[in-house]
């Protein structure tokens, strides 16, 4: 009887040792691992704000990037109306290149985006460019994103293939 309380107590002794020991080793764990759920919950952050920049920016870029090329394209066609009244005149369809240029810019200014065009060959092309501020991503350090939008116009006369 007396070996099975010996067994007993050695039982228990072994036991408190691997608590202790592992006491010792969890506190030893935790030193190490101290401040690493703090980088972690920064880092989620970070990303939490990126994702949701790239949501809000993200569409308001999309829906910007949509009005410039339709700013562009009414621009063009502004410019495309600009005909040569000498041309007209004389029974001919022509572009007034100076007129097209400043028709199709001051149509640019008007729309809030200043942007450029040229005219040559009965063709306008208007190129408008510019930076569209961002509400969130600016917390990541991306201040603006680039909008850019191009297009051409011609002035058609009579019927023209396929219309009946």
């Known amino acids: 009887m007396m070996a099975s309380h010996w067994m007993r107590s050695s039982t228990i002794a072994t036991s ?3 608590a202790a020991g592992s006491g010792r080793t969890l506190s030893r764990t935790r030193e190490f691992e101290h401040g690493s759920v703090s980088a972690f919950v920064v880092l989620l952050v970070v990303v ?3 994702l949701m920049g790239l ?3 993200g569409g308001s870029a999309l829906t910007a990037q949509q009005a410039a090329s339709d700013e562009a ?3 063009a066609r502004a410019g495309a109306g600009a005909l040569s009244v000498d041309a007209l005149r004389s029974g001919s369809v022509e572009l007034n290149d100076q007129a097209a240029v400043a028709a199709a810019e001051a149509f640019t200014v008007t729309s809030g985006h200043p942007g450029s065009a040229t005219a040559s060959s009965g063709v ?3 190129q408008i460019h510019y930076r569209l501020p961002t509400v969130i991503l600016g917390v990541i ?3 603006s994103l680039q909008v850019s939008a191009s297009a051409s116009a011609v002035d058609v006369q009579g019927v023209t293939e396929g219309s009946r």
């Open 16 to 18: 408190e040792e691997s």
């Open 48 to 50: 939490i704000f990126a």
């Open 55 to 57: 949501v809000v920016d």
């Open 73 to 75: 394209q009414q621009a």
């Open 124 to 126: 306008v092309n208007v």
């Open 141 to 143: 350090g991306i201040q």
